[in-house]
């Protein structure tokens, strides 16, 4: 606890009895032989107070010590906002009595966190995490590490790969601490790419939009953005129908010009450290609710009282601001390639690099140009790391099998954390798939009649009836399913073939189950391959949104669309929040191009009017800057989808400039 916390009378007091207000009375704490007196427990606070949930986790214990944890754990819930001290001095008597029980630890490391003991909530929550073996934790650890000075630790725990295996809002609390460790790092650029993919859709409401609206405000701000900042703060006061954020008091000032550009700590209070006061508040959860005290979304300021009325910010469509690559300003073309903007690119291959036997045009000499690591990460699971560095090698790349990343390794990795080694699993696949298996320690089989405890499904061309047969009788008598992929289809040199997720589909028709996926989207493979790589910000470059793309956003890294082959311009501009990539180019060579030009951002260089669902593109440019053309439109499409404005089923793509119309009519989309 920091002096100028002492100096408000926020430090260490003698516990005192707390009535249900948490108003002092007598005191009447006993000694503790293993620390100081516990504080008192008001009579009125019964364990049945606890939510049933939480009281079974203290079964283990002995009936009175139960009992006792109880009424300590109802406490710091009711006194969390309160007294933080002495929910903190609650929080700790329960965990003497009962240091082995997983609820306990993560109520005090919450307990430490609100009272600013940030180290202390480190030891409590990583002990929680120990004995739990949950990850909803990571983002209050990251943000107590900022709390501590540290927020180069918050973005490595941010980036690991539990960190990156969140999931829904958890996923998002950590992106906001990520964010916020980057504005205290001065890095705003990079505080908006962290957040730019997250739900960004204004007429959310609920405190997790707030907060996450607010930190993206914030970030523009320090950014020296400040009319969209405003309208992200206004956006935060809209949803904010709890009063979570101080984002009505954060727009008054910059409206009247009382904070000067960049400057978001200037409301945070002093946490005893030279960063800024971390990014997380504690929500307050009632005793008869829960007593495992629930954390809101952080934000990247600190959360102060509102006065006054919400203020009600209209929610029309407002579109995320360009935000570029650290070397590429802000609407405009960068000033080197987009390759250049990332540490390693992480590449498909069907469609990518090549369609079956043939490399996609240009794309040899591409990544022969480029300065930055290759990693070559594929879900076709019939061909091992070296086969694939041949089959390359053979059309003109220089790859070794170390830059090659197989969803057949991935799904064999994740058989092994279900199995015990020398377990036995059924392979339907190639060969190849069953030698990763064996190389982790599983025994193959091909028959349902040796009992396998999972079956493994890969890729083959020889798959036929009688081997998805074993694999549906596997299953139904219990086995564990892990696929590689669900790949539909596989591109070749003739057209689209039927890929391993068509007979993944054959299998979960005839038994009911669905399997565990290691391939695109799903995060194993991609954490695989950023784990190969060795980077920090690697960018994923693929042909198909619901795999190469939607898995760049399991994992939270930026992407690029090209269009040689399975997703087509028209699959673009009706991709879902979750499929939209941060860059998009007609073939691998755009990695080569100015990251500007290729950003689904909002473009000066091009101006859209609607008329209903009609959509006429006119270039501002001259010439028109047909790099940023599709880009440009996808941004703006996407933009009026999310805001209900333009039905895509019915949209129409024109323009009156010949060589625009040209354009269009290249991307397929002239009469879409």
Known sequence: MNDRDRSRGRGPQRPGRQDRAGRPQQA???PN???????ALPDDVAASDLDPDTRRDLLSLEKATAERVARHLVMVAELLYEDAELALAHARAARRRAARVGVVRETAGVAAYNAGEWQEAISE??????ITGSSALLPLIADAERGLGRPERAIEIARSEEGRALRDDEATEMRIVEAGARLDLGEPQKALVTLQFEDLRPGRTGTAAARLFYAYASALEAAGQLDDAMTWFMNASAADTEDATDAEFRLMEISVGESEPGDVTATVEDSGTEAPAPAHQVHDVPAQDSTSVETSAPSVADVSERTGEQKQAPAARVSPPAVVADDAPSGGAASSSLAAAYDALLLDLDGTVFAGHSPVPGAPETLESLQVPTIFVTNNASRRPEAVAEHLTSMGFSVSPEQVVTSAQSAARLLSEHLEPGSRALVLGTEGLAQEVREVGIAVTRSADDRPLAVIQGFSPDTSWESLSEAA???????????TNVDATLPSERGLVVGN?????????????????????????????IKRSGADTPLVVGDRLDTDIQGAHSVGLDSLLVLSGVSTASDLLGAPPEQRPTYVSGDLSGVLEPAGLLRAVPSDDWHFEQAGNALTISPVADPPATLSLLPALAACVWALADAEEIDLTE?????????????LESFGLIGQ
Request: cysteine-free; proline content about 10%.
């Open 28 to 30: 009447s704490g006993r």
């Open 33 to 39: 032989a293993d620390g100081p007196p516990d504080p």
């Open 125 to 130: 929550l990583r002990a929680a995490r120990r």
């Open 473 to 483: 009788l596997a299953i139904r008598a219990g086995a564990l399913w892990v696929a």
């Open 501 to 529: 997720g068509s007979l993944v589909a054959a299998v979960a028709h005839a038994t009911g189950q669905e399997p565990l996926v290691a391939g695109k989207p799903a995060a194993p493979l991609m954490a695989d391959a």
């Open 651 to 663: 949209m129409v793509v024109d323009s009156d400039d010949p060589q625009t119309r040209v354009a």
